[in-house]
Nanobody, 126 residues
Framework: QLQLVASGGGSVQSGGSLRLSCVVS????????MAWFRQAPGKEREVIAGIGRGGTVTYADSMKGRITVSHDNAKKTMYLQMNDLRPEDTTMYYCAAKFGIEYSCLSYHPDSFNFWGQGTQVTVSS
């Protein structure tokens, strides 16, 4: 059974750092696109970073310059390094993946992703 398990969230002070991880299990091939989303209560889920099979990375303007996304194929794990965290970054973070023969992510619309992790909470205090 395919699963995405996100971890690494926690509570930090403003300016602190966290590294989120998303492990994919139950599938023999790597996804062609993985991404990190976040969703605050009452708001739409927004993509903040994504990485395609070819290694192309994309960052949302909201966190650009403060985050780095990477993927370890051997470990089937995607990472999100977040630095200089701010109170407005407080919310639940989700990882997502889609599988197929494509080479790049093309779309980051949430509906285009087949599989989702359970989410990990990030709390930043001022």
């Amino acid at each position: 059974q395919l699963q995405l398990v996100a971890s690494g969230g926690g509570s930090v002070q403003s300016g602190g750092s966290l590294r989120l991880s998303c492990v994919v299990s139950g599938y023999t091939s790597n996804p062609y696109c993985m991404a990190w989303f976040r969703q605050a209560p009452g708001k739409e889920r927004e993509v903040i970073a994504g990485i395609g099979r070819g290694g192309t990375v994309t960052y949302a303007d909201s966190m650009k310059g403060r985050i780095t996304v990477s993927h370890d194929n051997a470990k089937k794990t995607m990472y999100l390094q977040m630095n200089d965290l701010r109170p407005e970054d407080t919310t639940m973070y989700y990882c997502a993946a889609k599988f197929g023969i494509e080479y790049s992510c093309l779309s980051y619309h949430p509906d285009s992703f087949n599989f989702w992790g359970q989410g990990t909470q990030v709390t930043v205090s001022s």
